[in-house]
């Protein structure tokens, strides 16, 4: 009898475990499965994995009493995201790093004032732009001898890895006018490399040079007119066309319903930055 019970006992539990087992599988199999919320079930939370470069103020930099990522492209994407219900995630990584993370899947959204250029989109999809920028040139505050791409002729130019910027003072030097180009990963360094004096000057997005003047680096000054026309678009790796059909249909909503004017204005951003 006694010997019986204690059979019992083992088949109950191994009956208590196989049927605990085959239920976190089926919820498993109903929350990783499509994100759509088929079958009428409560749409499930979709966190999207959005990427940046961080030195990029006003459009991303690190907030430093929270020590999070915060700017304009992280409200604008946050609230495009937003249209269909999605929250995102955001990832601190290397300007350089981004274009690889896309298309590996490590993330599903570029939101790191990048430019839309046809060299980018033969490996990536961009939104419609969504910002209009150009690169400017900054020299040292002093500096009297700087007053156009003209007179980079020998001199030393500071960048960040990867950008248009780096491209540009690329072709100034193939063409003989630039020395020598110095290639930073950050922004805040290749400011403060002017600021120093260990360059002459550096070429990066105008609107973010200025911030950096703004909030403070008056070491440094902004010299000549700009000298690109440029449009940031949000990336998305190819063949993620719903992915893609979201952001823009998102976009457009965020614009007509003025929050789009409304981020511009928050920060310090001039109308003009809208694209037409
Ligand atoms: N607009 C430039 C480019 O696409 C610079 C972007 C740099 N962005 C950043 N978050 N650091 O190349």
């Given at each position: ?10 088949l109950f539990?191994?009956?208590g ?18 994100k759509?919320?088929a ?24 907030d ?12 604008l994407i ?12 955001v990832?601190?990584l ?7 993370a ?26 419609a732009?969504?910002?209009n ?12 001898d700087?007053?156009s ?21 690329e072709?100034l ?21 002017v600021?120093r ?16 003047i ?9 010299v ?10 949000f990336?998305v ?25 409304e ?10 930055s809208?694209?037409?």
């Amino acid at each position: 009898m006694k010997k019986i019970g204690k059979y019992m006992l083992v088949l109950f539990l191994v009956m208590g475990l196989v049927l605990s087992v085959t239920a976190c599988g089926q919820q498993d199999e109903s929350t990783e499965g499509d994100k759509e919320g088929a079958k009428g079930e409560p749409q499930e939370e979709v966190v999207l994995k959005v990427g940046t470069e961080p030195t990029f103020p006003p459009f991303e930099v690190l907030d430093p009493k929270t020590d999070k990522i915060m700017g304009f492209d992280i409200d604008l994407i946050e609230a495009i995201a937003a249209e269909s219900g999605y929250k995102v995630e955001v990832q601190d990584l290397g300007f350089d790093a981004l274009i690889p993370a896309l298309q590996s899947g490590t993330i599903d959204i570029i939101a790191s004032g990048m430019t839309i250029t046809d060299e980018r989109k033969e490996q990536i999809d961009f939104t419609a732009p969504y910002i209009n920028a150009g690169l400017a040139l900054a020299v040292a505050e002093g500096n009297t001898d700087i007053k156009s791409v003209e007179d980079l002729k020998g001199k030393k130019v500071s960048v960040q890895i990867g950008t248009t910027g780096a491209i540009k003072a690329e072709e100034l030097k193939e063409q003989g006018i630039v020395k020598e180009v110095k290639i930073y990963d950050t922004v805040d360094v290749v400011m403060a490399e002017v600021a120093r004096g260990t360059v002459d000057a550096s070429i990066n997005d105008l609107p973010v040079t200025l911030e950096y003047i703004n909030k403070g680096h008056t070491e440094i000054k902004i010299v000549g007119d700009p000298m690109t026309s440029e449009e940031y678009g949000f990336a998305v790796a190819k063949g993620k066309e719903d992915l893609l059909k979201k952001l823009d249909d998102g976009l457009k909503k965020v614009i007509e319903s003025g929050k789009y004017a409304e981020l511009l204005e928050k920060y310090n951003l001039p109308e003009s930055s809208q694209p037409k």
